[in-house]
Nanobody
Framework: EVQLVESGGGLVQAGGSLRLSCAPSGFTVDKGAIAWFRQAPGTKREEISCISKKDGRGTYADSVKDRFTVSLDIAQNKVFLIKNNLKPDDTAVYYC????????????????????WGQGTQVTLST
């Protein structure tokens, strides 16, 4: 059975940093593609980043580019999303998702066929 578990969310001040982790079971992160989505209250879930071993580096939405970094740790079989310079608009539930049939990451926000989803981890910016 394939499962994804996110962790690392919490309450943080604006300008602060967090590292989210995505730990899959039932597959290895060197296969397919793994993406991060987020959903703020009252909004649609949006893709913010994707990474695959084939591509070698992540892709990012404009809203997080230059502040967030996604990485694969094949030895630990985890995916990390490092978030720096957090802003109030970053308050959301963050989800990792995977599709190990993909051959690299599709264009950001153009593919909605990811097969497996985690339960999400809440990130809240304090005011």
């Amino acid at each position: 059975e394939v499962q994804l578990v996110e962790s690392g969310g919490g309450l943080v001040q604006a300008g602060g940093s967090l590292r989210l982790s995505c730990a899959p079971s039932g597959f290895t992160v060197d296969k397919g593609a793994i993406a991060w989505f987020r959903q703020a209250p009252g909004t649609k879930r949006e893709e913010i980043s994707c990474i695959s071993k084939k591509d070698g580096r992540g892709t990012y939405a404009d809203s997080v580019k230059d502040r967030f970094t996604v990485s694969l740790d094949i030895a630990q079989n985890k995916v990390f999303l490092i978030k720096n310079n957090l802003k109030p608009d970053d308050t959301a539930v963050y989800y990792c998702t995977a599709d190990f049939a993909l051959d690299g990451c599709p264009s950001l926000r153009a593919y909605y066929g990811f097969d497996y989803w985690g339960q999400g981890t809440q990130v809240t910016l304090s005011t």
